[in-house]
């Protein structure tokens, strides 16, 4: 069975967007030849990538771009070629290649990816989706990277949502140069829940 993991950076206090849905501070660090190696890389690792209609969206309309080409040409190629899904109850088509618009119930359809064969499927942003997969106990992993920055009040929680809690354990951290760390966690079932 294939995994389900969510990429997600979020701010220290665990925002994935502004209110206003803007993510900008994402891109706001200063430039690190080993973050950025780990972005080319992260983008080259293989696997299946997964969107919520907004992402996609956005994501749609910056990787095939002659400007993603050009400023970032090694990620843009990676991410074109990509198979990809996107979770949908309003979008019909996808004109991005190698996409397949998943109607309907989100945790269903991705549950039964799962048990297809093939890579691991990696949700990228799309943090509404992220949340709601995560409270259905379908994502199992999370690749958390932490943007030093506070939003506050300003910010939509990534966990904000959930209805009930979650323990998770620590599988991987890395931190760099720019201040950015990578925290990786599997849930864990709760002894009640045997």
Not at 48 to 74: C, D, I, K
Not at 96 to 110: I, M, P
Request: proline content about 4%; overall charge negative.
């Amino acid at each position: 069975m294939r995994r389900l993991i969510a990429f997600e950076m979020v701010t220290l206090d665990g925002c994935y967007a502004s209110t206003d849905g803007d993510f900008g501070w994402t891109h706001r660090r200063e430039r690190d030849a080993e973050w950025d190696a780990f972005v080319q890389g992260n983008a080259g690792s293989g696997g299946e990538l997964v969107f919520g209609r907004v992402t996609y969206q956005m994501m749609a309309a910056w990787w095939p771009s002659p400007a993603a080409a050009q400023n970032e040409p090694l990620v843009a190629e990676r991410m074109n070629a990509m198979p990809k899904f996107v979770c949908s109850h309003t979008l019909h088509t996808a004109a991005w290649n190698n996409t397949t618009v998943l109607e309907g119930d989100a945790v269903a359809r991705l549950q039964a990816l799962k048990r297809e064969p093939g890579a691991d499927l990696v949700i990228l942003g799309s943090g509404g989706l992220v949340a709601s997969l995560g409270q259905a106990g379908v994502i199992d992993e999370y690749q958390l990277v932490i943007i030093p920055i506070v939003l506050g009040k300003r910010g939509r929680s990534l966990f904000g949502g959930f209805d009930g809690g979650m323990d998770l354990r620590l599988v991987q951290s890395r931190r760099f140069g720019n201040g950015n760390m990578l925290l990786c966690y599997e849930p864990q079932v709760r002894a009640a829940e045997h």
